[in-house]
Each structure stands twice: as structure tokens, then as C-alpha cells.
């Protein structure tokens, strides 16, 4: 089966459901022939954007990139990408955030030389920034509409004040919110973020949506507890936990957008699968609770 497509937001990008993370791409040891063959095959079964950013790999993750879809003339069409500005400065002595207009074109800049395009479809500003002058970020995303080179724009790890600060200056909208999320990381859900994109009506995309993989590898009585039972629960709809925890997070009427980190195509088929399965209100709570620890009120 292919995954289906979401709109992240009202005049925003249409995006395959689950998208293919490259955060780790240079860990992978694949070359570029072999990462557009990875690609290739997540893309006939429908994932068709990606996920990347300025500071990846060292800031090599984007020229891998670049050189994968350049072997193939029509690659970059077919896909959508999604990038970070560079998060901060590093020739100082010290190591800093930076979202000056400046800054930011730069980045913008720096990506698509390596990306190899002339546009990116979403540009992420990567970490919240303490120094963030608002107005300044608006004219810099500005800018780089009217010059074609981003065709829309959100955050990364943004709270909801954080989030509303910049959304003001804007006349444009904030596709969407990337964060940290999953039956083992739920602060995301506690400090509002979530309600407010159900409120704006606009798809979080979600990192670490398997717990970093510690939802495998970590060993702990809650860890034990939550692989106990998605396994049970995976028995009920013939699903692997991965495809329990994907499963879970795709129920939540926020219209979360899963961010698969690995550069297996197996995996990938596996996660794409997961789109299939209907978890009931109760199999939802069971693992809510399971990784809480608390019974509802």
C-alpha cells in the first residue's frame, strides 16, 4: 500500500502522510547512487517528502542530498524538501543561536547550493531562538517568498508562546510545528503544543517518533512495560510495535506527521503500513497509560 497525503495547513504544502528523515543520513554509509535508490523505493509506496537540515551530518547531510537527486534529472521534482536554517554561529568563541534576517538568508542560501535546487518547498527555523526579533524574521521569510526560493514556511521545537510570537508578524501562515513526540516522549502534548495545531488546524511534523529508538533498546521497567503491550496489542492486528507505535500516533486528531529516521527500505515499507491500522479509543489509552503510569482521573 502507499501512504496518502496530507495538507499541513490551510494554504500550506501537501505532503506524503510519513516522511523520510535524513538526520542521520551520513551515519548510514551509503553513497549517493545508493541514497536515491533508498529514496526511489520510499517513493513508490508514497513517501515523497523529506526531511533535512542545515546542520546535519557537520552540514554534509544537504550535499549528499544534493548529489543523490542530481543523478537523476527528474528526482527533485517528484519530491518535496523540507529544510533548517542553520542553527547558530560557530566562528566565534562562542557557539550561539542566530535568526537575524542576515542569518537566515544565508542559510537559505548555503542549502540550496548544496541541495542543488532553486527552491525548498518548507523552510524550518530549527531551534527557538532567546535574541529572536520577530519583525526581522518575518522580513527575511518575506524575502525569500518574493524571490521563490521557499515556498513556505514553519518552526522546529517551538513552544506554543514561541510559535504565536512569530505567527503574528507574519502575513503568510506557519505550516507547521516539527517537535518531539511518541508513546514515550509526551511533553509535547502536556505543554499545549498539540492543541494549539489542532486549534490552527495545522499538521505537527513529528521527530523522534519511535523514542529515538530507545522504545527497542532501552532498558527500563517503563521501556518493558510499553514493548509488553504494543506486543500485546500488536497480536490483535498482526502489527510489529514499531508499526503499533506509528499506529498511535497517527489516531491523534491533530494530524500528527510521523519522521521515519531510518535508512532501511524495509523499514520503511513496515512504517507505511502502519496507515492501515485502526487502534480502538481503548488501545489508545492502554499505551497512554502504560507510558504515564497513571490511571485516568
Not at 504544502?13 to 533508498?38: D, N, T, V, Y
Not at 527528474?74 to 533548517?84: G, L, M, S
Not at 499506529?247 to 531510518?262: E, F, M, N, Q, Y
Amino acid at each position: 500500500m502507499t501512504v496518502s497525503r496530507i495538507t499541513m495547513a490551510q494554504d500550506g504544502p501537501e505532503f506524503s502522510r510519513i516522511i523520510q528523515g535524513l538526520a542521520s543520513s551520513m551515519r548510514w554509509g551509503k553513497s549517493p547512487q545508493e541514497l536515491l535508490e533508498h529514496l526511489m523505493a520510499g517513493l513508490e509506496l508514497g513517501v515523497t517528502t523529506l526531511d533535512i537540515a542545515a546542520a546535519y551530518g557537520d552540514g554534509q547531510a544537504e550535499i549528499l542530498l544534493g548529489k543523490a537527486l542530481a543523478l537523476d534529472r527528474t528526482a527533485r521534482e517528484r519530491f518535496e524538501i523540507v529544510t533548517k536554517c542553520s542553527i547558530g554561529t560557530w566562528d566565534t568563541s562562542l557557539y550561539h543561536y542566530d535568526t537575524s534576517r542576515e542569518h537566515i538568508e544565508w542559510s537559505v542560501d548555503q542549502s540550496l547550493t548544496k541541495l542543488q535546487t532553486d527552491h525548498v518547498d518548507l523552510l524550518l527555523i530549527h531551534r527557538p531562538d532567546p535574541l529572536m526579533n520577530a519583525d526581522e524574521v518575518a522580513e527575511a521569510f518575506h524575502a525569500l517568498r518574493q524571490s521563490g526560493k521557499v515556498l513556505h514556511f514553519g518552526v522546529s521545537n517551538h513552544n506554543p508562546s514561541q510559535f504565536e510570537l512569530l505567527a503574528s508578524r507574519l502575513d503568510m501562515p506557519l505550516v507547521t510545528n516539527q517537535v518531539q513526540f511518541s508513546v514515550m516522549y509526551m511533553d509535547t502534548y502536556f505543554d499545549g503544543t498539540l492543541d494549539m495545531c489542532q486549534q490552527r488546524r495545522i499538521s505537527p511534523m513529528v521527530w523522534g517518533p519511535l523514542g529515538g529508538g530507545k522504545l527497542f533498546r532501552e532498558e527500563s521497567e517503563r521501556a518493558d512495560r510499553l514493548r509488553s503491550e504494543m506486543e500485546s496489542i500488536g497480536q490483535e492486528h498482526e502489527a510489529s510495535i514499531d508499526q503499533v507505535a506509528l499506529a498511535w500516533l497517527l489516531k491523534h486528531p491533530a494530524r500528527l506527521v510521523p519522521i521515519l529516521g531510518t535508512g532501511k527500505s524495509e523499514r520503511v515499507k513496515s512504517a507505511t503500513q502502519a496507515e492501515g491500522i485502526e487502534l480502538s479509543r481503548e488501545q489508545w489509552f492502554r499505551l497512554w497509560v502504560t507510558s504515564t503510569g497513571e490511571r485516568l482521573p
